[in-house]
């Protein structure tokens, strides 16, 4: 069964915005830390931000900070990522992920999805 499933991504121009999606059919969003990551061609997978349980609580990676926002509604057991001023740099696959606690490293999350495509040009 599926468990975290993302949606959202596509191609925008520099200073547009996109908002993700990130469903989690399979599990109790509600009871677990929802973050979202990304990976470029050729680079790391990279921590971008994640929320708290009940949403009270974030925290960003710096070059995303005021510029994009992570929100939850546990209701629709969905966490979402509205991306504004978006960057060339800001291209690469963004995945979501469900976890116990708090982090910023990848290992400290149990389920992932597939990724989304984001793609911005200059």
């Known amino acids: 069964q599926v468990q975290v499933v993302e949606s959202g991504g596509g191609s925008v121009q520099a200073g547009g915005s996109l908002r993700l999606s990130c469903a989690g059919p399979?599990?109790?969003?509600?009871?677990?830390?929802v973050g979202w990551f990304r990976q470029a061609p050729g680079k790391e997978r990279e921590f971008v931000a994640w929320?708290?349980?009940?949403?009270?609580?974030?925290n960003y990676a710096a070059a995303v900070k005021g510029r994009f926002t992570i929100s939850r509604d546990n209701a629709k057991n969905t966490v979402y990522l509205q991306m504004n001023s978006l960057r060339p740099e800001d291209t690469a696959v963004y995945y979501c992920a469900a976890g116990p606690r708090a982090s910023t490293s990848l290992n400290q999350y149990d389920y992932w999805g597939q990724g989304t495509q984001v793609t911005v040009s200059s």
């Open positions: 929320i708290s349980f009940g949403g009270v609580y974030t």
């Open positions: 399979g599990i109790s969003f509600g009871n677990y830390f």
